[in-house]
């Protein structure tokens, strides 16, 4: 029978298919492949769409408890907001820097328990379908702007030529494009932020405690507030901007792998430290 | 030369440089506090660190980073910076809103030649339309040019973003400074006071909830709160995520656990009576005697890994205890609740297993000013990014209708389309088609 996995599965492939495609488009040039990977995409956008539907149905509740829900709705999220630009602005090359962060995603989700456990009483809670599916949309968003200032970056390195010109915009509608994917997810992020402390202040007792997860949204906020700042004041566009949003989508990552991983031990064991210091 | 000097001062601190050194400073501190272990004795950053970087951490409070007075200053100072910003360019902000530019100050957006007809305000209101900018909108007349402008909110956007920042800031200083932490726990019937309060505490009833599969679903605690007099002051359910809040307390719950009745008799005589919870003792100071529930095991289970219970329902009891006398342990043992337990001239009943709640009692004051502030940074993202303001000037000449826009109107998509539908529009009212 056609289930959840089998669901997950099929999207990942499509996935992979679509990066290679996009791949094979950039290297050979043939637009043909760009449509293959545009539609594998979509087609994969469905399956997992899917799957997470089917999840759903399953628990009761929206895939955003664990680790392997909240990566798989992230990669969705990522999927989602790709077909969308995609879709928007027309850019073709668009999916050879975008599919590898689905890919990459969507592996690491691959690679936790899937495992279906009941809902812990923590977890009871309308603000967690609230928080979590905004952090869903937000680093969707910036996993899109960083897809976009790599293609900036890549763009602006690369000598211009009839494919160039067809295919990749110009390098000031890129960075317009991923300014306006940061804007998008920093106004979800602080939507983040903002439902995190509302919940936080039900279940513990205190909006805000300084806990790694918390601190670590905070951080990757102030990124982004400091590159909304010198961009409109500044003038920071283009190749700096570009340089930034990779950065603030590396704080993101840490926020969600980093901090779960090489923090996790954080209340039981004291968390790392440094003795050679 | 001395006033001079205070508005150097003050430019400084308003500046948009400074606030960006110290949300650098602040990502600084904040990245530290995640990868250096906070709240432990000095002991351990002398032991864990060379004797310069325990210094260091010690002296700078880099130990208890988010509550270190360096911390606190830079959210001061930055929460100073926002409000002389917000102050400085409230003024500015205004006048920029009541500003109606000259066409120089503006962008020539295109020129649309007019044939016979002559422009009126419903023409430049429908070119208006096509600039999103709706009839809705106020215009003025200057000079022969009909201006209308569109989100003249969208210039307080950023602030309110700062405006919403310092309320945060300065209502989480507030809540931090007098906040209030307390705890209640007990059996059901156990009635206990809430200490630093005039209140005292009855836990009613205590339950755990359970699905098919044996998981917990929720822990539901029924409370009693009353004043000295013992006065009902409120009463009602709580479980996890649904605190019990009376007059600025929130009543959490926060934990559970086992505790039973114990009696301590010596010989015959019952010298102390009362409730014993689990990973506590109970003494007799006079007789310097006492007993430690070391651990409850709902369904003890004795394995090759040591002593398991299997799950946490009451289907094979058995508990861990250990005596002490004049504070050296003496006796230690696995038995059934209400097995015997005798050392000496002393014996030790423990029986009648049941959960214990507890609660967690918070006050935080000035959460509705934080909140205030949390909506304001939202509505003024919003206006900032989704709302821009823009004017849009339109004019006869001579040679037909003018447009210019503020940079804002320049900047917007698709203007080549839009440039499309106005000579559209333009031919369709020659024509004399009623365009709306």
Redesign the interface.
């Known amino acids: 029978m056609f289930g959840e996995k089998q669901g997950f599965l099929a999207a990942l492939i499509l996935y992979s298919l679509a990066a290679l495609a996009y791949i094979t488009f950039y290297i050979s040039k043939r637009l043909k492949y760009s449509a293959y990977g545009s539609w594998l995409v979509r087609a994969g956008l469905l399956f997992h769409t899917g799957a997470l539907a089917m999840r759903t149905v399953q628990t009761s509740y929206l895939p955003l408890t664990s680790q392997y829900e909240f990566a798989t709705s992230f990669a969705w999220g990522i999927s989602l907001f790709f077909v969308g630009f995609e879709l928007r602005y027309k850019i073709r090359t668009l999916g050879v820097f975008a599919t590898p962060l689905i890919l990459i995603v969507t592996f690491y989700a691959a690679l936790q328990s899937s495992e279906i456990r009941p809902l812990m009483p923590a977890l009871q809670s309308k603000w967690l379908v609230v928080h979590v599916s905004t952090a869903v949309l937000s680093y969707g968003s910036f996993a899109v702007a960083c897809a976009v200032s790599i293609m900036y970056l890549i763009r602006d390195k690369i000598k211009e030529d009839d494919f160039t010109r067809a295919h990749m915009p110009q390098l000031s509608i890129l960075d317009n494009i991923s300014y306006k994917a940061i804007t998008f997810g920093f106004f979800m992020l602080t939507l983040v932020i903002i439902t995190g402390a509302i919940w936080a202040e039900r279940a513990w007792g205190r909006y805000w405690q300084w806990d790694p997860k918390e601190t670590w949204s905070f951080i990757t906020w102030i990124i982004y507030a400091l590159y909304l700042h010198v961009r409109l004041n500044r003038g920071w566009r283009n190749k700096k901007a570009a340089w930034y949003a990779i950065i603030g989508f590396a704080s993101i990552l840490f926020t969600y792998i980093g901090v779960n991983t090489l923090l996790a031990g954080y209340h039981s064991y004291g968390l790392i430290y440094w003795p050679w210091l | 030369m001395k006033d001079s000097g205070m508005m150097k001062k003050i430019k400084f601190f308003e500046s948009?440089g400074f606030?960006?050194l110290l949300?650098?400073l602040?990502?600084i501190l904040?990245?530290i506090?995640?990868?250096?272990?906070?709240g432990?004795a000095p002991q351990f950053y002398s032991e864990?660190?060379?004797a310069y970087?325990a210094q260091l951490i010690l002296s700078l409070g880099l130990h208890r980073i988010?509550t270190s007075v360096l911390f606190a200053g830079l959210f001061t100072a930055l929460s100073l910076n926002l409000l002389l910003c917000s102050t400085v360019r409230l003024g500015k902000i205004v006048k920029k809103m009541r500003n109606v530019p000259d066409t120089s100050a503006l962008v020539r957006l295109g020129i649309y030649p007019l044939g016979k007809q002559k422009a009126d305000l419903n023409l430049f209101k429908g070119i208006c339309r096509l600039y999103g900018v709706s009839g809705i909108q106020k215009h003025k007349h200057r000079n022969g040019v009909y201006y209308f402008s569109k989100n003249k909110l969208g210039h307080f956007g950023s602030w309110f973003l700062h405006l919403g920042i310092m309320l945060v800031i300065l209502f989480?200083i507030y809540g931090q400074a007098t906040f209030f932490?307390g705890d209640v726990y007990g059996v059901p019937g156990e009635a206990m006071p809430l200490e630093g309060t005039n209140y005292r505490t009855e836990i009613k009833e205590f339950d755990v909830q359970y699905?098919a599969?044996g998981?917990?679903?929720?822990?539901t605690t029924k409370l009693e709160l009353l004043d000295q007099g013992g006065r009902k002051l409120v009463s009602g359910s709580l479980?996890?995520?649904?605190?019990l809040r009376y007059n600025g307390y929130?009543f959490?719950q926060?934990g559970m656990g086992w505790a039973a009745d114990c009696k301590i008799y010596k010989g015959a005589e019952l010298i102390k009576s009362g409730i014993l919870y689990e990973k506590a003792a109970s003494h007799v100071p006079d007789e310097k005697i006492g007993i430690a529930l070391m651990r409850f095991y709902p369904d003890f289970a004795a394995t090759e890994n040591g002593f398991v219970t299997q799950s946490d329902r009451p289907n094979n009891p058995a508990m861990l205890y250990a005596v002490y006398y004049r504070n050296e342990l003496v006796k230690m043992d696995i038995v059934k609740p209400g097995d015997a337990i005798k050392w000496n001239q002393y014996s030790f009943g423990i029986d009648e297993f049941r959960r214990y709640t507890y609660l967690?009692v918070?006050k935080?004051q000035g959460?509705l000013g934080?909140?205030l502030g949390?909506l304001l940074?939202?509505g003024g993202?919003?206006l900032t990014?989704y709302f821009k303001p823009g004017i849009l000037a339109v004019m006869q000449q001579d040679n037909g209708l003018v447009i210019y826009g503020s940079k804002e109107i320049a900047a917007m998509e698709n203007n080549k389309v839009r440039d499309k539908k106005i000579r559209l529009f333009l031919n369709k009212k020659e024509e004399g088609i009623d365009v709306r």
């Open positions: 948009m606030g960006v949300l650098v602040i990502l904040s990245v506090g995640t990868v250096l272990p906070q432990r864990s660190y060379s970087m988010y989480y932490t699905r599969d998981s917990v679903s929720q822990y479980n996890v995520n649904n605190p929130s959490y926060t967690q918070n935080m959460q934080a909140a949390g940074m939202l993202l919003l990014f």
